[in-house]
């Protein structure tokens, strides 16, 4: 028998290591100790409930345990076989209490098929893959189904691009499938450029033929023969695990011609990109992919119109193509009864920021930002209270308190001022700056503009310096009114996605922060204490025992004696000089009276 | 490797490397092999242990030492090690 003891960082703030101690002593002193093992865990991401105890191998799963029930989990549970039930979970839905971890609805709140085969299968095995049902959504494509029944098939799924925007895949397979050519093209879109964002290459790493299949199907459904993968050179792993997987594929006769004795023929080449944001809009991808430069042109023409060499193509995002090889061989309905109204299926989020539990999650659609972060992340980290969930990356906004308990789907999330994006997911606490955080996202767009138009070009580098004027104390309220002004000429007038929601993340938190930048415009102060223009240095004169190990250790030289010696204290009181003062912080950390703090 | 020419080959296939996985994962013969990220990388590097007959663990934090610990007491005596991470997501 195994009591597993959960380790985590919220569990261990709740007294998990004493729990731990006690089971020991306690089976120890009962002569168990060589029967019962005691483990410690990692987070159950049920920290909420912590700490957690769970009794194997029969699955019971005790939450807040307190290090006194010990005692009795180890009489009645373990001696006598009967489970303490007022320590048992407790359905919040039919009050009932739930013994079998396995039934607890909160295993259910990650349901993974996008990363069906992510850490599963040797992804350099092609074996492993078939046999886990790999290249049979092909084959069944192939041998049973029409171009036309898998493009319906796909569209009844209700599946929506995952690189962003969120248009039906069927739909535009469809499209793309109309303007029949002799030479068409499946173009996988492996960018990902998001900063922080690596759902795409996690499943490149992991299920690589998931990819080789879903675009032959592809291939299929639109008429295309030719298939291309656009990925950034910076993931040499997952370039190479593609490589390994088109390689195995063709030995196979999965790619090629003729597969499966069908008559289809399909093949496909990588092409790298050199890593500009940019190049994963569709049309700086084909630009960059025909060896042109990587900018964006006007829609329409679309790429199923006009798009690799001119030819009709279809541009799908690697977690858009994952979910299809699944839709095949379970069908359009299974897909359609996960998730919301309007958006079917999971969504895979890269989840990180000052959360318990960073990773890669994959949700089912309208899972509530809550769910997201208490649950399945933990909560905040060092308990700290939550302040902003960032999500869309340089296109989306920032989402506060309020939003909790937004459904994640497409719909939702544009009208709570984000976006669903590629799934990148930050978590801030109350140790961000919001104004700073709008500035990191503005920088990173002024840097990968790709200079095309001037709204994006010259625009948002005028929303960069007033940002940068408001975080240095030189803020105007002008300069905010100025900011939403500039960010709604953007908006309309940017060529591209690129520029036309570089402002998001500004206008979002103009919006649900709206307090902090008067605080940074008016009272020339940053509560996080992130904008170091603005904080100042004091030290507390009554406080102070003038020992002057501060002024030692301050290479500003900064530090300087007064004349004020301060009741009970021998020596003068030291004081900051805040012209001088470069803000480095190693006052505070030698000043050994907490007489030094920041303001 | 001949290729395959149907999808009723592919599913003959399919169930004649499941049973050889089947054995493999059966036999005694240790075998280890990097897979692609398991979403917890809270807890990196992870390893993950299928032993014959039962569900797999996931251990996290691993080191030389810990992955010392992980044979000798879990694979060969199966004492389960600190460090478990639990699954806390359905699959399809
Ligand atoms: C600036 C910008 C960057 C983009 N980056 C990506 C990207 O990295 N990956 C991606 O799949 N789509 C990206 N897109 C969206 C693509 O233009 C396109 O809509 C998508 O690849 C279509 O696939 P989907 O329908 O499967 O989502 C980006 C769009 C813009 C405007
Ligand atoms: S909006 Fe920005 S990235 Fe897009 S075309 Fe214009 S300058 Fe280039
Ligand atoms: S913060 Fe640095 S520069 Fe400023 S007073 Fe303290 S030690 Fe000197
Ligand atoms: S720390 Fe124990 S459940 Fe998260």
């Known amino acids: 028998m195994h009591v597993l003891v959960c380790g985590g960082t919220g569990c261990q703030a709740s007294a998990s290591a004493q729990i731990i101690k006690n089971f020991e002593d306690i089976l120890a002193a009962k002569g168990l100790q060589d029967e019962v093992q005691v483990v410690r865990t990692g987070c159950f991401g049920f920290c909420e409930k912590g700490p957690i105890v769970k009794i194997m191998p029969d699955n019971t799963f005790y939450t807040q345990v307190k290090p006194e029930d010990v005692e009795k989990i180890v009489n009645e549970h373990i001696i006598k076989g009967r489970k303490v039930t007022d320590l048992l979970y407790m359905d919040p839905e039919n009050k009932e209490h739930v013994a079998d971890s396995k039934h607890m609805g909160f295993y259910r709140k990650q349901l993974r098929i996008a990363l069906r085969n992510c850490g599963f299968i040797n992804p350099e095995n092609i074996d492993e893959c078939i046999s886990r049902g790999g290249y049979e959504a092909l084959g069944k494509v192939l041998s049973e189904m029409t171009p036309q029944q898998v493009v319906d098939e796909i569209t009844k799924s209700g599946l929506r691009g995952r690189g962003g925007a969120g248009f039906p895949t069927g739909v535009k397979w469809g499209l793309c499938a109309k303007n029949k050519c002799d030479e068409m093209y499946v173009i996988c879109n492996a960018d990902e450029g998001d900063p922080g964002a690596f759902m795409d290459r996690s499943i490149m790493e992991g299920d690589p033929h998931s990819i080789v299949e879903a675009m032959a199907i592809c291939g299929y459904a639109i008429g295309a023969t030719h298939g291309l993968v656009y990925i950034r050179a910076e993931y040499p792993l997952a370039i190479h695990r593609l490589q390994v997987a088109i390689a195995q594929a063709r030995e196979y006769g999965l790619l090629g011609k003729d597969i499966l004795g069908s008559g289809f023929d399909f093949d496909i080449e990588l092409r790298y990109g050199a890593g500009a944001f940019v190049c994963g809009e569709e049309t700086a991808l084909i630009h960059s992919m025909e060896g042109k430069r990587g900018e964006p042109t006007l829609k329409p023409p679309f790429p199923a119109v006009s798009g690799y060499m001119a030819k009709p193509s279809n541009v799908n995002n690697v977690e858009t193509f994952a979910n299809v090889p699944i839709i095949i061989t379970k069908g359009a309905d299974w897909f359609a009864s996960i998730g919301s109204e309007k958006s079917k299926g999971t969504k895979v989020f890269a989840l990180a920021g000052q959360i318990n539990n960073v990773g890669l999650i994959e949700v089912p659609m309208g899972t509530t930002l809550r769910d997201i972060i208490y649950e399945i992340g933990g909560g905040i980290k060092g308990g700290r209270k939550f302040k902003a969930v960032q999500t869309g990356g340089p296109s989306g906004g920032c989402l506060t308190e309020k939003h909790l308990d937004t459904p994640i789907d497409y719909e939702s999330l544009a009208a709570a001022g984000s976006m669903m994006g590629s799934g990148g997911m930050v978590v801030m606490d109350d140790t961000s700056c919001m104004v700073a955080i709008a500035k990191f996202y503005l920088e990173f767009t002024c840097e990968e503009s790709c200079g095309k138009c001037s709204p994006c070009r010259i625009g948002n580098k005028r929303m960069l310096e007033i940002l940068t004027k408001i975080t240095e104390g030189r803020g105007t309220m002008d300069d905010l009114q100025e900011l939403r002004n500039l960010a709604a000429v953007i908006k309309d007038t940017a060529l591209c996605g690129l520029g036309q929601t570089s402002p998001n993340p500004v206008l979002s938190t103009l919006d649900n922060f709206w307090d902090e930048y008067v605080e940074h415009v008016v009272d020339k102060k940053c509560r996080a204490g992130v904008c170091k223009k603005l904080m100042r240095y004091e030290i507390d004169k009554e406080k102070c025992i003038g020992c002057g190990a501060c002024k030692k250790n301050c290479p500003a030289e900064a530090i300087s004696k007064t004349d004020y010696i301060a009741p009970g204290h021998k020596l003068p009181s030291m004081m900051i000089d805040p012209s001088k003062c470069i803000k480095c912080g190693a006052c505070i950390s030698t000043c050994k009276f907490s007489a030094i703090s920041v303001k | ?92």
Request: with cysteine; hydrophobic share 35%; aromatic share 6%.
């Open chain 2, 1 to 92: 490797m001949a290729k395959v020419k149907s999808l009723a080959e592919l599913k003959a296939m399919r169930e004649k490397l499941q049973s050889t996985l089947d054995l493999r994962e059966k036999s005694n013969d240790p075998d280890s092999f990097q897979t692609g990220c398991m979403g917890y990388c809270h807890a990196e590097p992870t390893i993950e242990v299928k032993c014959p007959g039962k569900d797999p663990i996931v251990f996290g934090h691993v080191d030389n030492n810990r992955a010392d610990e992980i044979l000798t007491k879990y694979v060969m005596n199966n004492e389960i090690v600190d460090g478990v991470i639990p699954v806390n997501y359905e699959t399809i």
